[in-house]
Nanobody
Framework: QVHLVESGGGLVQPGGSLRLSCAAS????????MGWYRQAPGKQRELVAT???????DYGDFVKGRFTVSGDNAKHAVYLQMNSVKPEDTAVYYC????????WGQGTVVTVSS
């Protein structure tokens, strides 16, 4: 059984920064890929960023250099540093781990507003 716990969401002003964290616990031998997705009201869930065990990253087109994903394999953790946030970044952010299947965090709300 794998359990994911997210933290770091909240209210941030446009142009500000926020850091999301997610840690996995349970019986974990290897994490080939982990990352973040988001879902805004009325929209489908979309890729924000992923990182492989080897450090290869992939980002959604909207990121455009504003966000950075990083991982700590030893701690079974993934992070998302969000800079220069925009109101359209407002969404529920879900961490994702592939550990013998898909595993999702409970979601953390990010609101970008002045």
């Amino acid at each position: 059984q794998v359990h994911l716990v997210e933290s770091g969401g909240g209210l941030v002003q446009p142009g500000g920064s926020l850091r999301l964290s997610c840690a996995a616990s349970g019986v974990i031998f290897s994490i080939p890929i982990m990352g973040w997705y988001r879902q805004a009201p009325g929209k489908q869930r979309e890729l924000v960023a992923t990182i492989t065990r080897g450090g290869i990253t992939d980002y959604g087109d909207f990121v455009k250099g504003r966000f950075t994903v990083s991982g700590d394999n030893a701690k079974h953790a993934v992070y998302l540093q969000m800079n220069s946030v925009k109101p359209e970044d407002t969404a529920v952010y879900y961490c994702y781990f592939f550990i013998n299947g898909d595993h999702w965090g409970q979601g953390t709300v990010v609101t970008v507003s002045s």
